[in-house]
């Protein structure tokens, strides 16, 4: 046991402490499904060790940027306006998915959605009326007071109040496991390394959306250029030691969600304030000045889900919206300042385009521009006429100085490689059995129901659906 | 004519930054007040920033609730840059805001105004304790007491009075309604904007764990100093409309108001005071914690020196209570304009304007 140096004796008694239980549940994890399933253990009063990766200070995963939970109800439900049936919510998720998801688990995610809100009222987490600028998800989605930090807070003091050993800075490496069961595992606190032992183990230490090498070694190398908008502390290691050691996979290893967000963001950690909504009353060029797409073809959600990829697909992975004095005002208020000049040239230069390559584009643009009446906040038919590369909605001249300037990179906000669970949150291996005791939730396992596309507050009721089916299980394997 | 705030531009410059950010991200716009004053606008002047500053309770609950706090390089920390500019806008609005510094800053200047207060009326008491009066008026006539506090009593509140003006001349306030001046009232009543927005409560002493201590000893505090106030105001009408000098018995509003206001009033000051120990500093203007500190201590002293003559009526002891009392009280009065104490004025003038804002 190595327990030297620079920490202070609190830490060391208590990582002794952690290496000489035999834990009934051990949860890999910090974030909304992590603590679901802790605080869902400790309920049955079991042992429960919560292993978060992050310091106390960046702790919850990706639950820190989150702000609201879909959830499905009969009738009106705490803030929650009118009804949103199974088969709509399912519906729904079927359009974004193109059928991507396993229904039984999928259906299961949204019958059990409904009582998970009383349940996460329980936990202290409160909900308020929907955000201004989110009234279209009033009706369908449940936004947490104070956001996704606050819930994740919420649930931290349940858990500590419900006995839930909290360790942070604990990097998990390697899971042992024979003949399908789980024995121990393997983690690093503070640089230095410990083996726990466990009697069951429930997975939610998300994606690999933080780890660079493994996203250029999938989508390419232009992938080093994209910005990770969530935790910097999903690496993927626990999915990849659980791949190597015969987990089945679900959803495609190559994708990731992404949406075209300031490209002047942290490299991690932006979250929400990166977001840009200006496109549709922008010309969006790449870097050679020229259009690449219509930026006028839909409205927000379908808008927001298609750009990080199309920006992805040029130049060096980003672009630039381009808009007038027209407009500014037109949407969200954006974290950094646009870029402004009094004359398209001199945009130009500070964006670093060539200035004439953009005012001839520009100009292009403007000249294909039709009369007519201009609604920004629905599809208003406004478009251009003659253009090879028409926009179809919200065409309005850019000539109206001073003009400005937003550069657009890709933001990854998940990525859909996960584990195979059944309808216990289970972890399947590759021979369609499950791991005796192993269970998955959250991010780790979501590419079972959301396989492709993007559905607000969806995540986190993946992850507290499966979080509290796995904590539940888990305790029950050990009871 | 627009007055021209003095305030450092760092501090403002500051609060823009990350002003600018929460406006982008409005997670905290069901927490109070501020968020959606911030919501309604766009482009943020001085004066806006001083009006959210002034409408900031310093509840918290933004800062745990933050993704974006130290070390994000965002570096986030609202409570304490709304608080350093609120500071900085009761010195610049003050007059002569050299004293506000002093004050707001030194819990050491706060004592030797005390001290002094209460050496002036031990002196005065040894000299002229000649009368023929009966309760504190043996000691000291009411005429004496009278000349001596009236001036000290009006002179702040016309200070106040002036810094409100230029206060609202900062923010580009609006004639006020009644309807605005109710709205901040009941706000202030209830204290609504340390509620956490449900009545959860604050952040202030437990962490990320929300209480509602502060919220009841604030409101111990300001309806005990209310209560006090009322019962002077009621004595000084007894007195001179009729004719009914002090001493009062039980039964009389003197007492029945200033009896359950004393004890209110030492009880939130106790309770704000310890709170205070158990907060986080750095979520709060750093540079007054001093000032603010001595301040809540004076505050209950002088309740608690009240109680204590009341309760040493016909003792031996009631002279030099006496003194120290009413050596508490002027330092009160004197300090209103340059202490915590202005708080109060400035907050109700920001909920005021607040219920304009919302209003349009």
Same mark, same amino acid.
């Given at each position: ?76 439900? %705490? ?51 929907? *955000?201004?600028?989110?009234?279209? *998800? ?33 990097m998990?490496e ?32 998300g994606g690999f959306q933080s780890n660079l090498d493994w996203l250029a070694q999938a989508w390419g190398p232009a992938a080093r250029n994209f910005l990770i908008?969530?935790?910097p502390y999903n690496k993927g290691v626990v999915l990849k030691n659980?791949l190597d050691?015969?987990?089945? %996979?679900?959803?495609?290893p190559t994708?990731c ?10 490299k991690f ?6 977001? *840009? ?22 409205? #927000? ?5 298609? #750009? ?9 992975q ?8 027209? %407009? ?84 990854v906000?998940?990525t859909?490689l ?62 | ?37 911030? !919501? ?5 002047? @001085?004066?806006?920033?001083? &009006? ?147 009545? &959860? ?10 209480? !509602? ?36 018995? +039980? ?19 106790? /309770? ?26 004076? +505050? /209950?002293? @002088? /309740?608690?020196? /009240? ?7 016909? @003792? ?45």
């Open positions: 046991m190595i327990l030297a140096g620079k920490h202070d004796t609190k830490m060391n008694s208590q990582t002794l402490n952690l290496t000489t239980t035999t834990w009934d549940v051990i949860v890999v994890g910090g974030g909304n499904a992590a603590l679901c399933a802790a605080i869902e253990a400790a309920s049955t009063g079991a042992t429960v060790l919560l292993l978060e990766g992050a310091p106390p200070v960046y702790r919850g995963g990706n639950s820190r940027h989150t702000r609201n939970f879909r959830c499905m109800h009969k009738g009106p439900l %705490s803030n929650l306006t009118d009804t949103y049936h199974i088969d709509e919510y399912f519906d729904d998720l079927i359009r974004v998915t193109k059928g991507q998801t396993d229904e039984k688990l999928a259906k299961l995610a949204i019958a059990e959605s409904e009582a998970c809100l009383p349940w996460m009222e329980a936990q202290g987490i409160r909900f308020q009326p929907s *955000l201004s600028g989110t009234l279209s *998800l009033s009706r369908t989605n449940a936004f947490f007071l104070g956001g996704g930090k606050a819930l994740v807070n919420a649930l931290y003091n349940t858990a500590e109040d419900l006995g839930v050993t909290v360790q942070y800075n604990a998990v390697k899971l042992i496991i024979k003949n399908s069961r789980f024995e121990s595992l393997q983690l690093n606190i503070n640089e230095q390394r410990h083996s726990i032992v466990g009697k069951s183990i429930v997975l939610a230490s908008r969530g935790t659980m050691q015969g987990a089945q %996979s679900v959803g495609d994708q969600h992404a949406v075209a967000i300031d490209g002047r963001a942290p950690d932006g979250g929400i304030v990166t977001r *840009l909504d200006c496109v549709p009353f922008s010309v969006v060029v790449n870097k050679s000045a020229h259009r690449f797409y219509d930026e006028g073809e839909d409205v #927000w959600p379908k808008r927001y889900a298609i #750009w990080g990829r199309l920006v992805a697909a040029q130049e060096d980003i672009a630039y919206a381009i808009i007038d004095s027209k %407009s500014v005002d037109l949407f969200m208020p954006s974290v950094f300042p646009a870029i402004q000049a009094d004359t398209l040239d001199k945009l130009a230069q500070q964006l670093g385009l060539n200035e004439k390559a953009l005012t001839d584009t520009v100009e292009q643009f403007n000249n294909a521009c039709q009369t007519g009446d201009f609604h920004p906040t629905e599809l208003d038919g406004l478009r251009t006429h003659g253009l090879e590369l028409p926009k179809t909605n919200w065409a309005r001249p850019v000539n109206k100085p001073p003009f400005y300037g937003y550069p657009l990179r890709p933001g906000t998940f859909y996960g584990l195979k669970i059944n309808e216990t949150a289970q972890v399947m291996t590759d021979l369609d059995t499950p791991f005796k005791n192993i269970w998955a939730a959250g991010e780790i396992m979501a590419g079972n129901v959301l396989g492709q596309g993007y559905l607000a507050g969806f995540g986190m009721t993946i992850g507290t659906v499966f979080g509290r089916k796995a904590g539940q299980e888990a305790a029950r394997h050990v009871s | 004519m627009s007055v021209k705030s003095p305030i450092t531009t760092e501090v403002i410059t500051e609060a823009q930054r990350q002003i600018r950010i929460c406006n982008a991200c409005r997670y905290c716009e069901g927490y109070c007040s501020v968020f959606p004053a911030i !919501n309604r606008q766009r482009q943020f002047a @001085t004066g806006d920033i001083i &009006q959210l500053a002034n409408l900031c309770h310093n509840c918290q609950g933004c800062y745990h609730a933050c993704q974006y706090i130290e070390p994000h390089e965002f570096k986030i920390n609202l409570p304490q840059s709304l608080a350093n500019v609120r500071v900085e806008s009761w010195q610049t609005h003050s007059i002569p805001s050299f004293f506000a510094i002093r004050f707001q800053q030194s819990g050491v200047a706060i004592a030797a105004i005390l001290v002094i207060a209460i050496a002036l009326f031990i002196i005065t008491l040894q000299n002229l304790n000649t009368t023929d009066g009966n309760g504190f008026y043996a000691y000291m006539s009411h005429s004496m007491m009278v000349l001596m506090f009236t001036p000290l009593f009006i002179a702040p509140l016309i200070i106040i009075a002036a810094m409100l003006k230029r206060y609202w001349q900062t923010i580009n306030g609006k004639p006020i309604r009644l309807t605005h001046v109710q709205q901040a009232i009941s706000s202030a009543a209830t204290m609504k904007n340390l509620s956490g927005g449900q009545g &959860q409560g604050c952040n202030y002493e437990a962490g990320d764990r929300f209480t !509602n201590k502060r919220r009841w000893f604030h409101q111990a505090t300001m309806f005990g100093f209310l209560l006090c106030f009322a019962s002077t105001a009621t004595a000084t009408i007894l007195h001179y409309v009729f004719q009914l000098p002090a001493p009062y018995p +039980l039964l009389s509003l003197p007492k029945l108001l200033g009896l359950p206001g004393g004890i209110l009033l030492v009880i939130g000051c106790a /309770g704000l005071a310890w709170l205070k120990v158990k907060a986080n500093p750095d979520l709060g203007a750093t540079s007054v914690r001093g000032g603010e500190m001595a301040f809540i201590l004076l +505050l /209950g002293l @002088t /309740g608690a020196t /009240g109680l204590l003559l009341y309760f040493a009526t016909g @003792t031996s002891l009631v002279p030099v209570l006496l003194a120290i009392h009413l050596g508490t009280v002027l330092s009160l009065f004197i300090l209103m304009p340059y202490s915590k104490m202005v708080h109060g004025f400035f907050r109700l003038a920001a909920l005021i304007h607040d219920a304009q804002q919302k209003a349009r």
